[in-house]
């Protein structure tokens, strides 16, 4: 029998690196230190403001309301609002949802200042929004920052008087078109005296909180967050990805100005996103608490920073499964390339062309062979009416399952019975070569899930040990685990192509390590995954629909 277990160990290691990276911290207690953040202190909060469901203009938002400003008062905040009405788009939503046809609403943003020792400085804010959609008790988005807010100003109250005002921002009209954050960023006196933005969002009921946008030039306000934060979660490729889909949040008018913003979200379990099951009970407490570590850890170091940070260039981050926050300049992606380039030259030197041509071939048709069944799998699981918004959602983990299997099939087809050299290897890194170079013209804060994995794997053919090759394909496989996990529960439902490329990559990782096994037991095992990835597909198909859709869900939101 060949041996399997370095790429055992590895895909060992892989796998526990990944499930760190994935998995929020536990949520600290009512009897954690009075400067910490404690998930079960704000979910005291969350019990009474996700009661029910609170739209914009209900008398149950008036009681959330109400709440809301009881504790600012009680937390010694200068409370006042600012009010308006609900836009004619805005309107119509909120009648679509009710069935009536009632005039404008009217929208009641909150406003909490906690006063600094220099009010002239510029102040640093925290929002979230405090209406909910049709339907749902709202749970996660957005009681949770509401709740996270509370506790956050709570804790920097307890610490003693900050340097400079915190103001304490919940808006209203999010759900209906983001109107309060709208007019108050357009409109209100206070928006002349701000400085940075910190924005609580979510789109499920539990998951990592992820720093998935900031403001443009920010490598500032980038290094900042990983100065400051203890347990991380960021990444320039989510910032990158969530640039160019059709998306918005209350951040969308902070970052037309000059402040320095941030936005964090959790998106796991996705199937609550806008639920009726959205309730406090459901609510990962663990995902309260990363939220709120990440956001009071950065609320602490922008109210004590001597200037708040301004425009300065774009840099490339993500958090390194959780522990720590890596920040470089986009130009050492050059670098890597470079590095990556000339150690696959130099192998190629060393020992030849040989098996270079099919290094390539295998590693092109896994990409476009594993994008492809992703995509005819899950148009199985779509049939052909269309499909409820919120069911996909629901669907997600098996849709996660789906892939595994077939990603899993498609390396063992393309891959199982080849026992690669080096000069193979080299090959199969070829085209992630060649796509790592566009993503550096082209994107290059998120090209870094090329770059890195390429000089690694280059530095593993180099050094020929195993440990090193071991270790390398363990780090590489687990942060591209953990990005395929977070690729499916963003646009799985819609895109789960995009987990070809972490695939690819991880193959790369494992190759210097594959002994292979028996082309004919590599085909029967390949066939049976698929079988299984068909039989995940036609569930999702044939399922009934989810109780967690959101109830407006047959009318577009």
């Known amino acids: 029998m060949k041996n399997f277990g370095p790429v055992f160990g590895a895909l060992v290691a892989a796998i526990l690196l990944a499930i760190a990276a994935t998995t929020p911290p536990g949520p600290r207690p009512a009897d954690a230190p009075a400067t910490s953040f404690s ?27 109400d709440h809301i400003v009881r504790r600012m008062a009680a937390l010694g905040l200068e409370v006042s609002n600012s009010t308006g009405l609900i836009d004619a788009k805005g309107t119509k939503r909120l009648n679509r949802w009710s069935g009536r046809n009632d005039p404008p609403a009217r929208l009641v943003n909150l406003i909490g200042i906690l006063p600094g020792k220099n009010r002239l400085l510029p102040a640093v804010v925290l929002m979230s929004h405090h209406d909910s959609v049709w339907g749902s008790p709202a749970a996660a988005d957005d009681s949770a920052g509401v709740a996270a807010s509370l506790e956050a100003v709570r804790a920097i109250r307890a610490a003693g008087q900050p340097e400079r005002d ?26 002349n005296q701000i400085g940075a933005v910190i924005n609580m969002e979510a789109r499920g009921g539990g998951g990592r909180t992820t720093l998935f946008q900031t403001s443009h030039g920010n490598g500032a306000a980038v290094q900042v967050y990983a100065d400051a934060v203890d347990h991380p979660g960021a990444s320039s490729l989510a910032a990158f990805v969530y640039s160019v889909l059709p998306n918005d ?57 001597p200037t708040l940070p301004g425009k300065t260039e774009d840099v490339v981050f993500f958090d390194l499964f959780g522990r720590t926050t890596l920040v470089y300049p986009i130009w050492l992606g050059w670098v890597m390339m470079l590095l990556a380039g000339g150690g696959l030259f130099w192998v190629v030197r060393q020992d030849g062309r040989a098996d270079l041509g099919a290094g390539a071939g295998r590693m092109l048709a896994l990409i476009s062979g594993s994008a492809l069944a992703f995509f005819v ?17 629901a669907a997600i983990p098996r849709l996660e399952v789906m892939a595994a299997l077939a990603a899993l099939a498609a390396f063992l087809a393309l891959f199982g019975s080849w026992r690669p050299s080096r000069v193979g290897v080299v090959g199969a890194a070829l085209p992630l070569f060649l ?15 090329l770059t890195l994995p390429l000089v690694l794997v280059t530095l593993a053919l180099l050094a020929r040990h195993v440990a090193v090759r071991i270790g390398v394909a363990a780090l590489v496989a687990g942060y591209l685990l953990s990005l395929g996990h977070q690729l499916m529960q963003g646009v799985g439902p819609t895109m789960p192509f995009a987990a070809a490329l972490p695939l690819a990559l991880a193959v790369l990782a494992l190759l210097p390590l594959w002994p292979g096994v028996a082309a004919r037991n590599a085909r029967a095992l390949a066939r049976a995954l698929l079988l299984g990835a068909m039989t995940m597909s036609l569930w999702v198909l044939l399922d009934k629909p989810a109780p967690s859709r959101a109830v407006y869900s047959d009318s577009k939101k």
């Open 435 to 449: 796509i790592g170079l566009a993503a550096q013209i082209l994107a290059p804060t998120a090209a870094y899930v």
């Open 166 to 191: 915190l103001i304490m921002l919940v808006t209203d009209g999010e759900e209906l078109g983001l109107q309060g954050a709208r007019q108050f960023w357009a409109t209100h006196p206070l928006r």
């Open 377 to 393: 799998l899950n148009r199985l699981s779509l049939g052909l009416e269309p499909a409820n918004y919120y069911d996909r959602l």
């Open 249 to 305: 949040s209350d951040l969308t008018p902070v970052i037309k100005h000059d402040y320095a913003a941030y936005n964090f979200a959790f998106i796991g379990r996705s199937g609550l996103y806008h639920s009726p099951l959205a309730t406090p009970e459901n609510l990962d407490q663990g995902s309260l608490q990363d939220m709120g570590g990440q956001v009071l850890d950065l609320t602490n170091a922008l109210l004590k920073a």
């Open 39 to 65: 998930a079960i202190r704000a979910m005291a909060d969350v019990r009474i403001i996700a009661q029910r469901p609170h739209v914009t203009g209900s008398v149950e938002n008036a009681v959330v309301r």
